[in-house]
């Protein structure tokens, strides 16, 4: 695409971004991308599951990411991506925002089901969403960040097949967490909770212990699961800093790629922390992601450029 040529668009992608507006049928066609809003995925005890789909139009198929929100797993809304969604669909990548049981709803595994159910229906509309189902990837942030882990680490089942109909290694090729929980069985965080975990637990560690170990992500990891990337602020006083720690150890004891992004000084979310190592840190989760959906694209060392420069499809 030539440089002339992107302006219109990127002018588009831009003035949404900045000021906040959901993307419009008008905003969508002249960006080249198709919203398609509340697909439902699944229906649980009377409960529609729905996602929203960032789908590029350009010949494919292409790599898709998988945003899961945060809210403490009691809130939160699949809504907020709508920005993000639309900046990866230009770049190339369809991009699907999922609500998924919340605790007042449903305590856990409830959240963790909705989130594979979605993967699945994901990877079975794979023709009709023109992606490549063995290239996806997840993010989120918070509780969001915790159950993208999750996706990362749990084992496939055996009905699970790849593109080429053999049994699937992994959902993921990779996954990036935003301040999210890994291991809820260290005292640092059971005590850090002001309500949000033992609600989405249905009870505090000493009533439903092995709640706490089986939502746990370090739990599950294993040798063959995908490349990780995680930041974090030193000042979380929601989720403990400590906990990046945690999951960062162990992955480097069973040989996972792992990348931390450390946040001096931000708190929760990365309040508090200085803008421009904030900035570093959304621009180094993009490239992370999209490294991993396009590797032979950084395997020609054409690095991308997070500002204007499109990715090829």
Not at 48 to 60: I, N, R, V
Not at 92 to 119: E, H, K, M
Not at 264 to 288: K, L, M, P, T
Request: hydrophobic content about 40%; some cysteine.
């Amino acid at each position: 695409m030539h440089q002339r040529s992107a302006w219109p668009i990127l002018l588009v992608i831009l003035t949404v971004l900045m000021t906040g507006a959901s993307l419009n049928k008008s905003h969508a066609e002249a960006a080249g991308i198709q919203v398609q809003r509340d697909i439902e995925y699944g229906v649980v005890d009377g409960i529609s599951l729905k996602l929203d789909a960032y789908l590029p139009t350009t010949a494919g198929p292409h790599p898709a990411l998988i945003h899961i929100h945060g809210g403490g797993w009691q809130g939160g809304d699949k809504d907020s991506f709508g920005r993000q969604g639309a900046w990866y669909a230009h770049h190339g990548v369809a991009a699907f925002s999922l609500n998924y049981r919340l605790s007042w709803q449903a305590t856990y595994p409830a959240a963790v089901d909705d989130c594979l159910r979605a993967i699945r229906w994901i990877r079975s509309h794979a023709d009709n969403l023109n992606i490549n189902p063995d290239r996806l990837a997840a993010r989120g942030g918070s509780a969001g960040g915790h159950l993208a882990l999750m996706m990362a680490f749990l084992e496939p089942g055996q009905e699970d097949l790849n593109a080429a109909g053999k049994p699937l290694k992994n959902f993921l090729c990779c996954v990036a967490s935003r301040c999210g929980p890994t291991d809820f069985t260290d005292a640092e965080i059971i005590h850090a909770d002001r309500g949000p975990l033992r609600m989405f637990m249905g009870g505090g560690y000493d009533e439903v212990p092995n709640n706490y170990t089986q939502a746990s992500p370090v739990t599950h990891l294993s040798p063959d699961d995908p490349p990780v990337l995680m930041a974090h602020g030193t000042e979380d006083r929601t989720v403990p800093y400590s906990q990046a720690l945690i999951l960062q150890n162990r992955l480097r004891e069973v040989g996972v790629p792992g990348k931390l992004i450390t946040i001096e000084g931000g708190g929760h979310g990365f309040q508090g922390g200085d803008r421009q190592d904030i900035h570093r840190a959304n621009e180094r989760i993009q490239q992370f992601i999209l490294q991993h959906l396009y590797p032979a694209y950084f395997e020609n060392k054409q690095l991308f450029l997070p500002r204007g420069v499109c990715l090829p499809t």
